[in-house]
């Protein structure tokens, strides 16, 4: 028996994982609190995935693991890793989660982590904002035009910036936009279909969308997509996409930089809020400058960024894409379930990082002026997640939740609305097999399909043929089985 003593606890959040200094101050904090021994458990992050089998594999196992998705989860169950941690556990155990968990659930929010009516963790009610529209200010400012905000004004705006030369360099070498604003003419057909993550500019066909009346579908194959491609063929036609949007905007480095828009290749981009700006839209305010804006201005300084509104579609509908409201799902493996010390100590860590704004902020951002400073405009981290993580910082959080954006970080939170409309969430599917099975399958399908009708390799009517192709090729089976397994897991928790 372990008597009173603290009690063991290995946490891996993600991928810069770090061994734990035993005798940094946050970490003793952490300790005395929770009476909890708090280890990092190392994982080399080259190859991450494949060392972090090896692990497994050899039978070393952390007792708290972040999983990617509810498709890895059922893996980890299935090979014994992941133990479960019943949700009336939780909900005795960690009220304060639970009274927030309740409050913001889209009716998805419990069933993330059931797995054939067992549930194996918990997920946590983020508050993600959705992609922004960045506009050449200057490019508009030379041609006196306005930030447009319907499709049409779009397609007004857009063609000038190929016909009357925006960058004022004598040559007709400039487009509209690439593939990143993609997602944003989707939008205004009502749909979520992402593009343009990180490198390369492939479709992302196995996040589905979760329908107003709560069943999941898959958005690529809806007449309404057939009404976004015929506008971005009719756009590619006139110069406005890019003719190189097929490699993407982004070319290396951080995987949200668009080289093509910082070196003034188009004009209109899309991307997080905070990557551009963190808590307003000016230029001039160093520590408000994200990463893409940095490096927008040491490549072209007289460049001039705005962000404005998404396109309205026809029917009045927008939007862009969105990380889901749903994240960081949290999980005890069978080593850490086993023990109901570790269980009791997890769910009580939980329950204070929503119950006690102090704690979140240590748990997130550690000691005011060693490990962040605070200024008027938020708090300025002073070290890179690694060093963060061996001091015991991000160690033990369970990330940027609804009420660490009001509480924490409200002036990034409250911009990044301003300048944002509708979001179309991500949707968690349920891990099925008829699934898995075929997504690889239908995602080469649809890029193929969606490039050559852009393109006008194949006419905009070769989208009928697609869609009977993507159903016969398994898209069909899968759908269904998807919003079985849904319907399944909201029952289960609904009881």
């Avoid at 949007?245 to 910082?262: D, K, P, R, V």
């Avoid at 697609?466 to 899968?478: H, I, N, P, W």
Wanted: glycine residues 10%; charged residues 25%; negative net charge.
């Amino acid at each position: 028996a372990q008597g009173d003593g603290p009690v063991q606890m290995e946490w891996l959040v993600s991928q810069t994982s770090s061994e734990v200094d035993d005798n940094a101050e946050v970490v003793k904090m952490i300790e005395e609190r929770f009476n909890i021994d708090l280890k990092g458990f190392y994982v080399d992050p080259n190859n991450f995935q494949e060392n972090l089998n090896v692990k497994f594999a050899g039978g070393e196992m952390p007792d708290v693991l972040v999983v990617g998705s509810p498709a890895e989860l059922a893996t980890y169950i299935e090979g014994g890793i992941i133990g479960e941690l019943p949700i009336e556990t939780i909900r005795e155990k960690a009220p304060n989660y639970t009274k927030v968990a309740d409050e913001y659930d889209d009716g998805s929010l419990w069933s993330t982590m059931v797995y054939e009516g067992k549930n194996y963790g918990v997920a946590n009610p983020m508050d993600q904002q959705p992609m922004a529209m960045f506009w050449r200010k200057d490019w508009l400012d030379k041609l006196g035009l306005d930030i447009p905000e319907t499709l049409e004004e779009y397609e007004e705006v857009l063609t000038a910036f190929v016909n009357e030369d925006p960058d004022g360099n004598g040559k007709a070498d400039t487009a509209g936009a690439a593939e990143r604003i993609f997602g944003a003419v989707f939008g205004a057909f009502g749909l979520r279909c992402v593009t343009g993550v990180g490198a390369g500019s492939g479709f992302t066909v196995e996040e589905m969308q979760l329908g107003e009346d709560n069943v999941p579908f898959f958005p690529y194959i809806r007449p309404e997509a057939k009404e976004a491609l015929t506008v971005l063929h009719d756009w590619y036609e006139k110069g406005i996409i890019d003719k190189e949007f097929i490699t993407g905007e982004n070319h290396g480095g951080y995987a949200g930089l668009s080289h093509s828009f910082i070196n003034g290749r188009i004009g209109l981009t899309s991307g997080q809020p905070y990557t551009y700006f963190t808590y307003s839209s000016d230029m001039k305010a160093e520590d408000n400058l994200g990463v893409c804006m940095r490096e927008m201005v040491a490549v072209n300084p007289d460049a001039v960024v705005i962000p404005g509104p998404a396109p309205v579609g026809p029917e009045g509908k927008s939007g862009t894409e969105s990380w889901g409201n749903i994240g960081r799902l949290t999980c005890l493996t069978t080593k850490g379930a086993s023990d109901p010390r570790k269980v009791d100590a997890f769910l009580a860590i939980l329950d204070a990082y929503y119950a006690d704004m102090d704690f979140a902020e240590l748990a997130n951002f550690g000691l005011e002026n060693v490990h962040f400073k605070n200024t008027e405009h938020g708090k300025i981290r002073l070290m890179d997640g690694q060093e963060l993580r061996k001091e015991g910082v991000l160690q033990v959080d369970f990330g940027a939740t609804v009420l660490y954006a009001q509480n924490l970080t409200p002036q990034k939170t409250n911009y990044a609305k301003e300048i944002t409309g509708n979001g179309y969430a991500r949707f968690n599917a349920p891990p099925v097999q008829e699934f898995s099975d075929v997504i690889s399958t239908l995602d080469s399908m649809t890029e193929q399909a969606y490039f050559a009708m852009i393109t006008g390799e194949k006419p905009l009517d070769y989208f009928e043929t697609y869609v009977e192709e993507f159903k016969k090729a398994g898209g069909e089976t899968a759908e269904k089985a998807v919003q079985e397994a849904y319907a399944e897991k909201l029952a289960s928790v609904q009881q």
